[in-house]
């Protein structure tokens, strides 16, 4: 290779031979080409001549140590110069080549000057730009960003999954109905993890298996269930509803997948994947997951986000089971504690209302109960004999309630023995003294009726408890002269029995001390106290037992005006006809 510079010269003869690859106009400074680009004259200029245009050779080594492809081409679009990193990432761009042709469309001679475009090249990410220097010669510029590609990719698929398991624990913790949380899992997998998906939960009545599946853009959800035999020929089904550890998917052969196991017309299973739901303890169901043949494979990283969801989907389902099954056993139990429905004897019309201190609770430490005599008809007893009891025991909520329930079912079994009250009281006392629950306390009224003439006779006992008021045919208000101990506290009880005569019309309340020590009213500080309720119940002279109750109960929730509250109770004895 020859050079034009002679000892004295600072640039390079126009007629000097041009170096092979580099063309006149992108070695000389006079023309703005690529190497006016790239070394501009340093401040103040050069001092020597001879260092202002650098040799062709560092030219070169500069633009080979570029990591970013460089092609260079002529007016007629053939290539003439080309770097390191252009030849590993084009070898087919030699210099002498058509632009066209080298590149296999890559480098596109209508591409927009200065824009750069990616590309999927020869199993590569290019990111390509063309620019133009002087007016005979065009540069591509090409950068691999295979791996910037890669690593944007990865990160958008991990916030896919992220969003995914947002979603799924969103959704699955929306609701506390098992088959809820089992429909959302399976449209969650359809959506986003297979193609067709179903959820398979634990058999059930005659080892009978419930599943649910899903396909996308079917809105229909399917159900059903399946037997041992059905689950059997599923692989891995059958150790999955066990609790097993999932097998990989490349270990399932989805030919076996039998024609049930699919929705209707999604043709033949090309990838399956079987995996267990964990349940607290127990597992909770399976899920089972089919792509068709034009769907990824399973993959290491597909499974591991199956687990992870499943495990999620499983703890859902199964805190939602246990919701379920202890909302039915507290409902069989409540149920037992609830005040009961209350018969009719002869001669008697019967109202009670129970309110509990908590609001959300139906069950309080205040209860009521009317027995009638065994072999009586629920209906009402033909003799008008019933015992009425009305009590108040230690503390509130689901504690005190069960010791409730406790004093209601040992006065029903003691009723078979004794129907004397003082007595049945006496022996109530010696059942609370022996109890194994701490500050098993009460107080009580209990009654003991029978039909008189055309009235209602009532021989009462009261254990610590506020005494009955009776309402009179003329609207006067008397309290029952009966007083007695708490029970549960000493071994002798104290009591003053009394008998109450009712003519037709008249009313004998039992209450509780809820209603009269509630406070409330204008300042929300004062008492209802018992000279309240004798003037409300004065006003519902004439009234049926029934409306007695719900007007005495208005005017107590009006007192309390939404404040807290403690058990309210209120039973009702009126006698029938009228006088």
């Known amino acids: 290779m020859t050079t034009a510079r002679s000892a004295g010269q600072g640039t390079r003869s126009g007629g000097g031979a041009a170096p092979a690859g580099l063309p006149g106009d992108v070695r000389s400074g006079s023309h703005g080409g690529l190497r006016a680009g790239l070394f501009d004259d340093p401040p103040g ?35 003439v110069a ?71 990719e990865a990160l958008l698929a991990e916030r896919r999954r992220t969003d995914f398991l947002l979603e799924a624990g969103r959704r699955l913790a929306s609701s506390l109905n098992p088959r809820r949380c089992a429909r959302a899992a399976v449209e969650l997998s359809s959506t986003f993890l297979a193609d067709a998906a179903m959820v398979v939960l634990p058999p059930a009545a005659r080892r009978q298996a419930p599943w649910l599946r899903s396909v996308p853009d079917r809105p229909v959800l399917q159900e059903g269930v ?35 196991l699919l929705p209707e017309g999604f043709g033949v299973a090309a990838h399956l994947l ?67 429905r209350l018969p009719q004897p002869a001669g008697a019309e019967l109202a009670g209302s129970l309110r509990a201190a908590q ?21 009402g007893a033909a003799d008008g004999e019933a015992l009425l009891v009305l009590g108040d025991v230690c503390g509130k909520g689901a504690r005190a309630a069960v010791l409730a329930g406790q ?29 194994a629950v701490p500050n098993s306390f009460a107080t009580l009224v209990l009654g003991s009726l029978t039909a008189a003439g055309g009235g209602v006779r009532l021989e009462l006992a009261v254990a610590g408890h506020p005494p009955p008021l009776v309402l009179r045919a003329d609207g006067t208000v008397e309290e029952v002269a009966s007083r007695g101990s708490m029970l549960g506290a000493m071994k002798e009880v104290a009591l003053e029995p009394v008998t109450v005569e009712l003519a037709p019309g008249e009313v004998c309340l039992f209450y509780s001390d809820g209603i009269t020590e509630a406070f409330g009213g204008p300042s929300g500080r004062e008492m209802y106290g018992g000279a ?26 009006e007192w309390l005006a939404g404040r807290v509250q403690d058990d309210r109770a209120l039973l009702a004895v009126r006698a029938k006809g009228v006088r």
């Open 82 to 152: 080309r770097n390191a990193a252009a030849a590993r990432l084009l070898p087919a761009a030699r210099p002498g080549t058509d632009v066209a042709s080298a590149g296999e469309g890559l480098l596109d001679p209508g591409h927009p000057e200065g824009e750069s475009r990616e590309v999927a090249f020869a199993g590569r990410r290019l990111l390509v730009r063309r620019e133009s220097f002087g007016t005979r010669h065009r540069a591509w510029y090409l950068r691999d960003i295979t791996a910037e590609h890669a690593r944007t």
């Open 359 to 379: 609001q959300t609770s139906l069950v309080g430490g205040d209860f009521y109960d009317v027995c009638l005599p065994a072999g009586e008809a629920a209906a």
């Open 407 to 435: 004093v209601r079912q040992s006065l029903r079994a003691l009723l078979l023995l004794e129907r004397r009250p003082e007595r049945l009281v006496e022996l109530l006392n010696r059942c609370l003294l022996a109890s």
């Open 274 to 340: 079987v995996t267990p739901l964990p349940g607290n303890g127990v597992p909770a169901g399976a899920l089972v997951l089919a792509r068709g043949p034009g769907g990824e494979p399973f993959d290491e990283e597909a499974e591991t986000l199956v687990r992870v969801f499943a495990s999620r989907a499983g703890a859902a389902i199964s805190a939602a089971a246990l919701y379920q099954e202890q909302g039915e056993t507290n409902a069989i139990l409540t149920g037992g504690l609830l005040p009961p």
């Open 226 to 260: 399946i037997g041992p035999a059905e689950v059997a020929q599923v692989p891995g089904l059958t150790e999955a509803l066990a609790g097993f550890p999932p097998v990989p998917s490349r270990w399932l052969d989805p030919a076996q997948v039998p024609e049930w």
């Open 45 to 79: 200029g050069f001092q020597d001549d001879a260092a202002r245009v650098p040799d062709e050779a560092l030219l070169r080594a500069v633009v080979d140590a570029c990591a970013e492809g460089v092609v260079l081409c002529d007016a007629r679009q053939v290539v």
């Open 532 to 557: 309240r309720l004798k003037t409300a119940l004065a006003g519902c002279a004439g009234m049926p037992a029934s409306a007695v109750v719900e007007r005495l109960e208005q005017l107590s929730t």
